[in-house]
């Protein structure tokens, strides 16, 4: 299994920005589908976005859709999350995630590999 580190979180004003990178252990980061979840307090864990293992396909939850891009460098082993137009509703741990690459957009149980979580928190 890829050991996945998130960074770059952090508190931002309504309609700011945050770009959220994760950083995986090993080559085979290449092979899988990635993802980003988030879970707000009191919440239940979300899809967020994800994006297939050669980058050429990815996915966003409705509530994101339009203001988050999901990226992959394959040679740098990193996966990020380009978050703007925040809103406080988008406050939240956000978790990377790793996948078997059949998945394009893969349930948080489906998920094998699961970074420690950065804080997002976005005030008005």
């Known amino acids: 299994q890829v050991q996945l580190v998130e960074s770059g979180g952090g508190l931002v004003q309504v309609g700011g920005s945050l770009r959220l990178s994760c950083a995986a252990s090993?080559?085979?980061?290449?092979?899988?589908?990635m993802a980003w979840f988030r879970q707000a307090s009191g919440k239940e864990r979300e899809f967020v976005s994800s994006?297939?293992?050669?980058?050429?396909?990815?996915y966003y939850a409705d509530s994101v859709a339009g203001r988050f891009t999901i990226s992959r460098n394959n040679a740098r082993n990193t996966v990020d999350l380009q978050m703007n137009s925040l809103k406080p509703e988008d406050t939240a741990v956000y978790y990377c995630?790793?996948?078997?690459?059949?998945?394009?957009?893969?349930?948080?149980?489906?998920?094998?590999?699961w970074g420690q979580g950065t804080q997002v928190t976005v005030s008005s």
């Open positions: 090993e080559r085979t980061f290449s092979l899988y589908t």
């Open positions: 994006i297939t293992a050669s980058g050429g396909g990815t």
């Open positions: 995630a790793s996948a078997p690459s059949r998945l394009s957009r893969p349930l948080d149980y489906q998920c094998h590999s």
